[in-house]
């Protein structure tokens, strides 16, 4: 972890002597590396790659690796602990170890330098060599510009010139693409080198560049070659410069300087921290953040300073030759680890530590001045912990001489406020081998997205001796799969299909889909028997595909957990197989037979064969019937005619249905008859029918509903359709149950014709008698088809003596019906009517002697006399003596009648006279008044016309009827009759008055006429 420091604002401008004395320093005077041979350095780096070795004590040396060893074993078993702890934190980044051609180039050779721009590497080893790379590892080619190790590469903005210092004492700058090449030579082992911004667009070809002479030299190119500027020296070697924009960087033993290109000045110096390990042991890096932003890291220390523009006061004396700039440090903190690279990274700053995201300066009225802080990053660096802490590197002890292995390095991200995000151990060959000037963190310009607040396509490479691996943040498709890899299948299934929903296609990115990982989560939920919730699954992950569907419906078969995925399997969209449905529901039929009825409701009938279904439910209801009194006697066997019911309804065989539905008393099943003229199967169902209606009924009158007593559904649908029903078939099934007979005969007699039962009407007579008595006596007198010696005894049975009367008097047996009559009823006026119906005189004789002893009968007749009694007769038979109550009224009544009855004769008779007159007259009138008859008129007899040529005589009756003399009979007979023509107007040949007085009429017409029309007469 970090240990945060106070910000401190350097010093402005030029340092003199006396205050390069005041600079806090690790030692007096720093201690610095002895110069070597060319050969000799060359041979150190390319055994011990920067680590001090002993050759005298190598013995020593791998007995300790191996004690290490053995004491890295026994702690195996806490770093497994700790692993499997740490295991539950997602690793922020994701690393690709860089292939291609770098392990070839490595096997012999070891890494030293590496600079990237325009995604090409640069590569730079200890034999001397730079590699151009892709960011995949492809060679693109290779050169050799020194003879000993490279220890500075430095590429520009096009990736067109690289440079290299080496510690043969050479800066080599040379074009990929031209033949454009400088080669430096600074005498003394270099230690780095930079390009001016913009250098292949630059005449002037600049590059600053340093080593263990303690000089920083600024190479400008002239008229005459490159000019050497030395921009600083005296206070150790230069161990890294970096240049960016107009501001160059540089740190040496006693700390870091900041030089201004444009001004020409030197404008800050940041001081190395107290107590700093060495210099050369352990690097310092500085990292360009952006224009105004340096990073530095040196040892275990991060100083982030800031550099911004002086602001504009008035000009004193004291502040005339101050630079323009100055520098302020936003941030110190110390890690517990060496770094040996940094690199800015961005990462999205969490709500809660917003207040932490910056560290200001303690002069809040200069902050407030400056210009806004550019957008918070963290820091990723690579975390080296060194094996030994030198403290005492004078020791002759020659165990403690021995080289320590080092641990693994780590790359860590650290926030501005030195919280650390996250650390992942880095997989790197032979890494107790390295040390931490052995490892280079370089960032991939043009992936930085800082901008857009994403990390996804930022990237970065780690460099060690032996490897290259390529760092990436780590995307939401990685936390897909860190999520499947520790089987948190759920969370990555709802992410992935956030992923997806928001980007359908990835960009040629091999990556789980949320239907594998879908597939992974339901096979786990498997394992730990979850079924319901593997099964709730489904749908999602199998989709449309129909394969992936039958697959899991067997798998859930086979570990007998087919009821879980049932109820998700799709029957449209995508159908499956049609076994795949029977399997389910021959599961249904052995296990839940009403979830099976359910089902066959819900499923469209053509996903499954219908028929075998049938055959399996008809096996399995066989079954109970054998083993049951009655087919129904079991809810179970109810369920299974249901789903027969429905199955048969379902495959258009509604007559197969129909009998189910019946003993199942479904109320639907007159709508089926109906719908589907299913007339002729019920033809054979027809008691089951007529009870299930009548149950029906019965239910709806508890229930409260009112209904139509006369009617039924059963009936009337029987008696509607007598054509598909035969009338005899019915009868033969319903005499086990005479009531429902009888409602159907009397239905067959009220709404259609008697003579469709004569031959049943014995068997009326015997249902009307015990079902509807009252109604007997209207089917004997409407019926001629029952046998009256039948009927008659089975009323004699029942003593009904009304439908015995009838029957006697139909038989001619009028005065035992008269007597039953008399003596059963007592009823004088059924007697009377009896007596009037027959229009029998003895039978009335019969009754008036009856009547001779019973007062009530004479006064009953004597009440109903009319024309077939005459009172008097009646009267005369009453005995002298006899009292007869109520004489005296029905007498008085009689009289009044024949009174009234003449009254009404009177009455009709002079209506009938004076209408007689009437018609009389009327008669007179019309025989005696002329009427018009036109020449277009007819004869009645012949239909020609009355003065046809030539013209015959014409006869005109009184009643106005008019024909030819010859069409009359004896017309023929007739006188001669005058001329025509005088004829045609009225005159005949020999005239009679009125003959005379009609044609003396006409003169005179004919002669006013004439006055009236001549002019000289007016």
Known sequence: MASIETPVATTDGELDSHEKDDVPRLAESPTQLSDLSDAEDVGARRHGHGRFQDDSNEEETEEEEEEEDDNEEGEDDDDDEDEDEEDDDEPALKYERIGGSVPDLLKKDSASALAIANKLMALGTHGGIVHILDLEGKRIKSYKPHLASIVDISMDDTADFVATASIDGQVVIRSLSTSESYSFDMKRPMRTVALEPNFAKRTTRAFVSGGLAGNLILGEKGWLGHKETVLHTGEGPIWQVRWRGRLIAWANDLGVKIYDYVSQTRITFIDRPADSPRADLFKCTLEWQDDSTLLIAWADHIKVARIRARPRTTTTAATANLPPLLVEITAVFQLDCMISGIVPHPTPTPPSAASQALILASDAAKISSTPASPALTSFLIIAYTPPDTFFNERTEDRAQQARKAAERPELRIISRGGEEFAADA?????????????????????????????????????????????????????????????QRYEEALNEVERIEAETPTINGKASLSATEIGQRYIEHLVSQGDFAKAARLCPKVCGQDSKRWEDWIFGFANKRQLQAIIPFVPTESPRLDHLVYEMMLAYFLSHDRQTLLETVKEWPREIYDIGAVIVAVRSELDKAAST??????????????????????????????????????????????????????????????????????????????????GRSDAITLLVDNIHSIPIGRVVQQLESSPYYLFLYLDALVMEKDATLVADFADLQVKLYAEYATPRLIDFLRASNYYNLEKAYKECMKRDLVLEMVFLLGRMGNNKKALTLIIERLGDVHRAIEFAKEQGDDDLWEDLLKYSETRPAFIRGLLENVGVEISPIRLIRRIKNGLEIPGLKEALIKILQDFHLQISLLEGCQRIMNGDSSDLSRQLQGNQTSGFFLTAKGKCLVCSRSLQEPPQSLVLLFLCRHVVHAHCAKGGDQLPHQPDPALRGIGIGGSQGISGKIALSVLLVALA???????PRHQ
């Open 628 to 709: 049951s009194s009655t087919i129904s006697s079991s809810p179970g066997t109810q369920v299974l005619m249901e789903c027969l019911a429905e199955l048969y309804t379902a495959n258009r065989q509604y007559g197969k249905a129909l009998p189910y539905y019946l003993r199942l008393r479904r109320p639907n099943v007159f709508d089926l008859i109906r719908e589907h003229n299913l007339f002729t199967d019920v033809r054979d169902q027809v008691l089951l029918l007529v009870q299930f209606d009548d149950e029906l009924m019965k239910q709806r009158k508890r229930d409260g509903q009112v209904l139509d007593e």
């Open 1008 to 1014: 006013s006429i004439l006055v009236n029309t001549d």
């Open 426 to 486: 880095l997989t790197i060959a032979n890494y107790h081998l390295w040390g931490c000037n052995d490892y280079v963190l370089c960032d991939v310009p043009g992936s930085d997205t800082a901008a857009t607040g994403s990390n996804e396509g930022r990237c970065y490479v780690a460099l060690s001796p032996r490897d290259l691996v390529l760092v990436k943040p780590r995307d939401r498709r990685d936390h897909v799969e860190w999520l499947v890899e520790r």
